[in-house]
């Protein structure tokens, strides 16, 4: 039984295994590799081959801040977008809409920024925000970083939607988001017409399938704990029925060994009856019946031979030979016996 129960296990633990390594663990590299890809592209832009900030896709050639800053130029990647909203340049350099100054950039207009000045522009602004908390990456974090960027947005529908900034994150000035003032922002309004459907954004959209990936990632990862718990449980299982067979097999062994030692010490108890007139001898408690012709046990002999082996004088004998002592004494075929 326990070693059925042994290979049960056995093919159970293969079956999840298989379904594991066929399973659960390539969909957790599918999905670790699709979440990377989308969060690099709303980062960097889709098919960006830098992650400096100096890409094209992340941010074109750059001429004025009016059109770099509004869609569809803006919304390719989170970095351009933060490029438009926390980049300061020489236009107006108490222009410090995100609370921090980029000394590079600083140095020169929009357009230099976007010929020379990506790389530590970027870097400029990452150092500033590095002590921001960073959150757990999961699918709920990316769907919250959608539903802020939506919460967010300034809406004026006073403005023209076809020229002014009509969606905007920022501050504007008169409709625009290029002014040489203080005024910064990003233009989203032609992506959000009606006319553009469901899409928001290049890198929103690139969130969602971050997030998409996200969900299935978990979902794996939960898959994998519990086929880990699953295969854990089967080998203590094992570990256990091993123990039991183990001990088992010890312990019939032990009880053979015993078994044939009582049977060298005391012999094998042959039927006396099959034994020839010449077997049938009175040093071993047996007699010859004349009558019946066959050897029979002889419990006189019985004693004589036990106060032998017990160095006792002929009636005083042990009583193991009866059940009991009383039946001992009780027995007068012999005389009076002194049972012990």
């Given at each position: 039984?326990?070693?059925?129960?042994?290979?049960?296990?056995?093919?159970?633990?293969?079956a999840?295994l298989s379904?594991?390594?066929?399973?659960?663990?390539?969909?957790?590299?599918?999905?670790?590799?699709?979440?990377?890809?989308?969060?690099?592209?709303?980062?960097?832009?889709?098919?960006a081959g830098?992650?400096?900030?100096?890409?094209v896709?992340?941010m074109?050639?750059?001429?004025?801040?009016?059109?770099?800053?509004?869609?569809?130029?803006?919304?390719?990647?989170?970095?351009g977008?933060?490029?438009?909203?926390c980049?300061?340049?020489?236009?107006?350099?108490?222009?410090?809409?995100?609370?921090?100054n980029?000394?590079?950039?600083?140095?020169?207009?929009?357009?230099?920024?976007?010929?020379?000045y990506?790389?530590?522009?970027?870097?400029?602004?990452k150092?500033?925000?590095?002590?921001?908390?960073?959150p757990?990456?999961?699918?709920?974090?990316?769907r919250g970083?959608?539903?802020?960027?939506?919460s967010?947005?300034?809406?004026?529908?006073?403005?023209?939607?076809?020229?002014?900034?009509?969606?905007?994150?920022?501050?504007?000035?008169?409709?625009?988001?290029?002014?040489?003032?203080?005024?910064?922002?990003?233009d989203?309004?032609?992506?959000?017409?009606?006319?553009?459907?469901?899409?928001v954004?290049?890198?929103?959209?690139?969130?969602?399938?971050?997030?998409?990936?996200?969900?299935?990632?978990?979902?794996?990862?939960?898959?994998?704990?519990?086929?880990?718990q699953?295969?854990?449980?089967?080998?203590?299982?094992?570990?256990?029925?091993?123990?039991?067979?183990?001990?088992?097999?010890?312990?019939?062994?032990?009880?053979?060994?015993?078994?044939?030692?009582?049977?060298?010490?005391?012999?094998?108890?042959k039927?006396?009856?099959?034994?020839?007139?010449?077997?049938?001898?009175?040093?071993?408690?047996r007699?010859?019946?004349?009558?019946?012709?066959?050897?029979?046990?002889?419990?006189?002999?019985?004693?004589?031979?036990?106060?032998?082996?017990?160095?006792?004088?002929?009636?005083?004998?042990?009583?193991?030979?009866?059940?009991?002592?009383?039946?001992?004494?009780?027995?007068?075929?012999y005389?009076?016996?002194?049972?012990?």
């Amino acid at each position: 039984m326990y070693i059925a129960n042994l290979q049960l296990l056995a093919a159970e633990a293969e079956a999840a295994l298989s379904k594991y390594n066929s399973n659960v663990q390539p969909k957790l590299v599918k999905e670790t590799n699709e979440i990377t890809a989308a969060i690099k592209a709303a980062l960097y832009g889709k098919g960006a081959g830098k992650t400096d900030g100096s890409g094209v896709k992340t941010m074109g050639i750059l001429g004025t801040r009016n059109t770099d800053c509004k869609t569809p130029s803006a919304g390719k990647s989170i970095v351009g977008d933060i490029f438009c909203l926390c980049a300061v340049d020489n236009t107006k350099r108490s222009a410090q809409h995100c609370g921090l100054n980029t000394p590079t950039a600083a140095g020169g207009d929009w357009a230099a920024l976007g010929s020379s000045y990506k790389t530590a522009t970027w870097s400029e602004i990452k150092t500033a925000c590095k002590h921001r908390p960073k959150p757990k990456l999961s699918a709920d974090t990316l769907r919250g970083i959608q539903a802020k960027f939506l919460s967010k947005l300034k809406k004026d529908p006073e403005l023209d939607e076809a020229t002014q900034a009509t969606a905007y994150l920022g501050q504007n000035n008169g409709g625009n988001c290029g002014a040489a003032n203080a005024a910064r922002c990003v233009d989203y309004g032609s992506a959000l017409k009606s006319a553009a459907g469901a899409a928001v954004t290049a890198w929103y959209d690139q969130l969602t399938e971050a997030a998409a990936a996200a969900a299935t990632w978990q979902k794996a990862c939960d898959d994998d704990k519990a086929y880990r718990q699953r295969l854990k449980t089967l080998q203590k299982q094992a570990h256990q029925l091993y123990a039991i067979l183990s001990v088992d097999d010890t312990t019939t062994s032990q009880q053979k060994s015993g078994t044939s030692e009582q049977a060298q010490k005391h012999g094998t108890k042959k039927d006396c009856t099959k034994l020839e007139k010449a077997e049938c001898k009175p040093d071993v408690g047996r007699k010859y019946n004349e009558t019946t012709t066959k050897c029979e046990e002889d419990q006189k002999t019985h004693v004589v031979q036990a106060n032998k082996e017990t160095e006792k004088t002929e009636g005083s004998v042990q009583n193991y030979d009866y059940d009991t002592k009383e039946i001992c004494e009780n027995d007068k075929k012999y005389g009076k016996l002194n049972c012990a």
